[in-house]
């Protein structure tokens, strides 16, 4: 699943979050290079529709550990 940025939107959706969940979501967008609410809207995409494709569920979960690895070693 490719999440674009800069189109045209219809709505918005807001979310509440507390201070850690909303640090942990800015930690990954910083990793990633994108703004925040980029990532928050790839991560619910994900979610409403999982893909089959295996490259991109391997993709992910390289990122996921990657981020895992990231956070337990600066800890």
Request: hydrophobic share 40%; glycine share 4%; aromatic share 0%.
């Amino acid at each position: 699943m490719t999440v674009t940025r800069g189109h045209v939107r219809a709505k918005t959706l807001q979310i509440r979050l507390n201070e850690d969940e909303l640090g942990e979501l800015t930690a990954l967008a910083q990793d990633r290079g994108l703004p925040v609410s980029t990532v928050a809207r790839q991560l619910l995409l994900q979610s409403l529709a999982p893909t089959d494709d295996l490259r991109s569920a391997l993709d992910r979960l390289e990122r996921d550990l990657s981020a895992v690895r990231r956070k337990a070693l600066s800890a």
